[in-house]
């Protein structure tokens, strides 16, 4: 008897599996779906790549960081790559409505990557970006070390490798930070590359990072490391993060630090 109602229970009250998007957005990112829709919004902006050089930060810094991305940009046309894909995968978990939380997206370049967020459940209203030139109408131009927006605005925010383009590696965190709600999520990538001459942000090491995210009271959810040779043919180490903003108000009842 006791098994039978089990079973009944099974069929009648079952147990609802969480998700964070729709079956239409798991299909969306089936390799040549996603390739053929991400072409699709990409071309769309294409006139917009002829005037990303219109004007440039007065900000010495900053200008050839606008200049040598949105070289690249223009020149590719077409983001192929998924790389930053593994930040929402790592962001998505656990499993939750993320179509409520409003996100936002540090250096994306163009609309693929916020074409990525949608397919792992943010809704698209709720999904801004930010970069030095803009490719779409949902990218604002603004400086990732002089952020616009009023504090705690935001439920969780995204920056794929943009780190090492910063020229205060702290200044940029604490932005984060201030626009970040209390119990947010931050996920982002850094480069390591010590070699590197033109971006401080690359000589910046892991350990470094990790100080500066416990200064500013981030938790430490998720991380890990790859080494790798980049294009320059030097060593380089890819550190990706999660945490989390600690939440004064749900200190949290057990836990351990790394």
């Known amino acids: 008897m006791l098994k039978l ?81 593994t930040l929402y995968q790592i962001l998505s978990f656990p499993p939750r409505d ?16 916020l074409f990525i967020a949608w397919l792992y459940g943010f809704t698209w209203k709720n999904i801004l970006a930010i ?48 626009v970040l709600k209390c119990g947010g999520r931050f996920v982002f990538g850094a480069t390591y590359f010590p070699e590197s001459v033109d971006w401080p942000g690359n000589r910046i090491c892991g350990n470094e990072i990790l100080a500066m995210l416990r200064k500013l009271s981030f938790n430490l959810v998720f991380y890990y490391a790859i080494d790798k040779i980049n294009s320059l043919g030097g060593k380089q180490t890819v550190h990706i993060f999660s945490v989390e903003k600690e939440d004064p108000s749900h200190p949290g009842f057990d836990g351990i630090t790394w």
Do not use: W
């Open 131 to 178: 970069d030095l030139y803009s490719t779409n109408p949902k990218i604002l131009v603004v400086n990732m070390e002089r952020l616009t927006f009023r504090n705690e605005s935001f439920d969780a925010v995204v920056m794929a490798n943009t780190l090492a383009y910063a020229r205060d590696t702290l200044q940029c965190l604490s932005e984060v930070s201030r």
């Open 98 to 113: 993320l179509s409520k939380e409003k996100l936002l997206i540090v250096g994306p370049r163009n609309v693929q990557e």
């Open 5 to 85: 109602n089990y079973l009944l229970r099974a069929l009648l009250y079952p147990a609802g599996a969480p998700r964070n998007s729709t079956v239409f957005q798991h299909i969306l990112r089936k390799p040549r779906v996603f390739d053929i829709i991400s072409c699709l919004l990409q071309l769309r902006d294409h006139r917009r790549l002829l005037k990303i050089h219109d004007a440039s930060p007065k900000d010495e810094f900053y200008s050839k960081v606008k200049g040598y991305n949105a070289g690249i940009t223009q020149q590719k046309v077409i983001s192929t790559t998924r790389r930053a894909e």
